[in-house]
């Protein structure tokens, strides 16, 4: 499989190092690089007072010292182990939960990145692929932003403890010392290409689990259970789960043929340069150059120094691998915005609500497209009027609402609220003239209280009462044994419950209506698209009932729905095609009057096989 190239990292291994310290600041853990260091440090305390007790026991005996002299050399050693052991005990678990803070901690900031980031970055598909680097390097204490400290800590003890034994080979020659340090780079180095070989192909690891994934989680789904029982797509799904089960089979025995002929190699090259090394100890020893003492210190040092070097080693790659994690982490982060989230000039003051909207010569064209969706539209919309915008499917009625409310900037042209560019305005104060209901809403499984407040504090009950006997939902509500506490779906909750296509719609009419006494602006997106005619037409109603002398704006793709707005607007061509009031865009006799027959043919044919049957 040939390899992509890719691109350089924004940051070093050092400049991600600071970063994660100051990230731990911020998250007011400052035991966590403290504890990091201690650990390191005790655990490079250990090996070394391990290492030395035998041959400074050899050594007492070997010079004839007393019993007192060989007492306090083991007893000094022995303290020395005890303390390192006793505090790398203490701080065996410890760091883990100051650790997990920080990477909490960096979960929040991804969190509220995602929701307050401007909203084109949100359907961006490279920025998309870089908040899922960046959330799976915060998902659990393996990850990057966790197993940084780890690896940090052991590349500091393995360096601590390299220091010490390099100072201890002191003893023998210079030669071996270049020969142990030259074998066991040429090792690490020869074997790191293949051993990374499972980080290199872990976007095609990734894509395989996450197939695999996906096919369970669709198989448990209770939306598609009645599917697969209904059209038997039950051997469907198996097959293709295990069709993919199979290719990553193959994926692991590949992966694990690499890994094995690194082993061997690592196996054959750490033979060899043991055998150098102890050839040369012993010849040393044999010549008289060291004593038993300093032969049973240098024999133990060897193993340990070329360990140790190889941990140094092996850890700066790990690290180095951390890092480019920790990139797609500040990345995402420190992604510039396209608005203006921040300062701006205040927003005019209204006291009665009734703000004027208009897109001045606005054009729009997604980014990739070959065309403009909308163009050259000029659109005034007046405080407190009720407009409709109609139109076939893709001629841009969403896209028209979406300029509205600032979720996009015009291509070309612009968008003035009282008069003034909303681009001059903090976008986020500007977004809160807005209560919205799209057609792809959100519901979240927590009660339903939080639902219609959208919030879990400071609830107003009352009012929530309210919004649902305004919407027709609160005998509903009222038959609920919990009430505005019960909790909608069973995903999280094995109490909660399932609400119709109906009820959900008269929830998210609750929602608008709470959040409708502090916005002054109403935009509907073909919310009810789901429903049948009748039962659209009733939310309409009641939308109209709680709109009256405020500013809304209505897109439905039938017609008969939006009767009531004050002006109707046929989008057509990438334009205003039609407007005017419902009656007088029939009797125009154009292409709204055209589509509205069609749909009322439909509907009376439909009615009147229901009669028959």
């Known amino acids: 499989m040939e390899e992509k190239k890719t691109e350089r990292p924004r940051y070093g291994l050092g400049q991600n190092s600071r970063w994660m310290l100051r990230q731990a600041a911020e998250a007011r853990r400052y035991d966590v690089p403290v504890l990091t260091l201690i650990k390191a440090l005790a655990a490079a305390g250990t090996g070394v007072a391990g290492l030395l007790l035998a041959p400074e026991v050899v050594r007492c005996v070997e010079e004839g010292a007393g019993v007192s002299r060989l007492l306090s050399t083991l007893g000094v050693l022995a303290a020395v182990l005890l303390a390192c052991s006793a505090i790398g005990a203490y701080l065996q678990h410890a760091p883990l939960y ?205 193993g340990a120094y070329t360990e140790q070097l190889n941990g140094v080693l092996t850890e ?71 407009l409709a915008v109609v139109g076939l499917n893709g001629a841009g009625k969403t896209t028209l609402v979406k300029l509205l409310c600032g979720f996009y900037d015009p291509t070309a042209g612009r968008v003035l609220l009282n008069g003034t560019d909303i681009r001059e305005f903090n976008r986020r104060e500007y977004y809160s003239l ?75 009419l609750s929602r608008a209506l709470y959040k409708n006494k502090n916005a002054p602006v109403l935009l509907l997106d073909e919310p009810t698209a789901a429903l049948d005619p009748i039962a659209e037409n009733d939310i309409y109603r009641k939308y109209a009932a709680m709109t009256e002398g405020r500013t809304s704006v209505f897109i439905s793709h039938r017609l008969a729905s939006t009767r009531f707005c004050d002006r109707i607007l046929l989008i057509d061509g990438g334009g205003i095609a039609e407007q005017g009031s419902h009656e007088s865009l029939l009797a125009l006799g154009g292409k709204y009057a055209e589509l509205f027959e069609v749909q009322s043919k439909y509907y009376r044919e439909e009615d009147e096989t229901d009669g028959r049957e």
Request: aromatic share 10%.
């Open 98 to 302: 100051a650790r997990a803070d920080v990477r909490l901690f960096l979960v929040r900031k991804l969190h509220y990145k995602t929701c307050v980031m401007a909203y084109p970055l949100t359907e961006d598909p490279q920025i998309l692929k870089l908040q899922e680097r960046a959330i799976r390097a915060c998902e659990c204490n393996r990850n990057a932003t966790e197993a940084f400290w780890t690896d940090a800590e052991k590349l500091l003890t393995a360096a601590v403890s390299f220091a010490a034994y390099l100072l201890l080979l002191t003893r023998t020659s210079a030669v071996l010392i270049a020969a142990l340090t030259a074998a066991t780079a040429a090792e690490y180095f020869l074997n790191r290409r293949i051993n990374e070989w499972g980080y290199r192909h872990r976007d095609e690891a990734a894509a395989l689990e996450k197939r695999m994934g996906y096919i369970s989680k669709k198989a448990q789904s209770p939306i598609l259970g009645k599917d697969i029982r209904i059209f038997g797509m039950r051997p469907w799904l198996e097959d293709v789960y295990a069709k993919t089960l199979r290719a990553f089979d193959a994926f692991v025995a590949r992966r694990e043929r690499v890994y094995f002929r690194a082993n061997v190699v690592d196996a054959l090259l750490t033979v060899v340069r043991n055998g150098l090394a102890y050839y040369v100890l012993l010849r040393q020893t044999l010549a008289g150059g060291l004593g038993a003492a300093e032969f049973l210190l240098c024999f133990s040092a060897v």
């Open 434 to 508: 807005f209560t919205a209901v799209f057609q792809k809403f959100s519901v979240l499984e927590v009660t339903l209280a939080e639902n219609v407040a959208q919030t879990a504090e400071n609830i107003d009950e009352a009012r929530v009462w309210d919004c649902l006997e305004k919407a027709g939902l609160g005998e509903r509500v009222r038959s609920m044994p919990d009430g505005l506490q019960t909790h909608i779906g069973r995903q999280v909750f094995e109490d909660g419950i399932l609400l119709s296509g109906g009820e959900m719609q008269r929830l998210m």
């Open 316 to 386: 700066l790659g790990k690290l180095r691998k951390q890092s480019l994690e920790l990139c797609a982490v500040r990345e995402y982060l420190e992604l510039p915005e396209p608005f203006r989230m921040e300062g701006g000039a205040p927003l005019p003051e209204c006291p009665d609500g009734k703000y004027e909207l208009r897109l001045e010569n606005v054009s729009f064209r997604y980014p990739g497209a070959e065309k403009d969706t909308l163009r050259g539209v000029d659109l005034t919309v007046r405080p407190g009027e009720r």
